[in-house]
């Protein structure tokens, strides 16, 4: 498996930003996408899941009303839409893959959000 992420950056507090992780090497539309964070000195934790239909989606509270996730089957790519970005959004975002036995990291991409 194979993840190209992009999207990441620094932003202003209150600025959006839009992740995307293309996959390949395995059969996407099999798999429920999510997105993790880890920020420094803490924990990697779930931001936003997707079911593989995209018809079920799931949130951190800390991200509730403010990030979207989403997917395009057709494309093998996951987004995540994040707006109204607070300084504490500041981490490493990572795409991960999860069917049966099998779990998918992407590598990983920096968001900053700073004045």
């Known amino acids: 498996a194979q993840f190209v992420e992009s999207g990441g950056g620094l932003v202003q507090p209150g600025g959006s930003l839009r992740l995307s992780c293309a996959a390949s090497g395995f059969t996407f539309s099999r798999y429920y996408m999510s997105w993790y964070r880890q920020a420094p000195g803490k924990e990697r934790e779930l931001v936003a899941g997707i079911s593989t239909t995209g018809d079920d989606t799931t949130y951190a509270d800390s991200v509730k009303g403010r990030f979207t996730i989403s997917r395009d089957n057709a494309k093998n790519t996951v987004y995540l839409q994040m707006n109204s970005l607070k300084p504490e959004d500041t981490a490493v975002y990572y795409c991960?893959?999860?069917?049966?036995?099998?779990?998918?990291w992407g590598q990983g991409t920096q968001v900053t959000v700073s004045s």
């Open positions: 991960k893959a999860k069917w049966s036995r099998f779990d998918y």
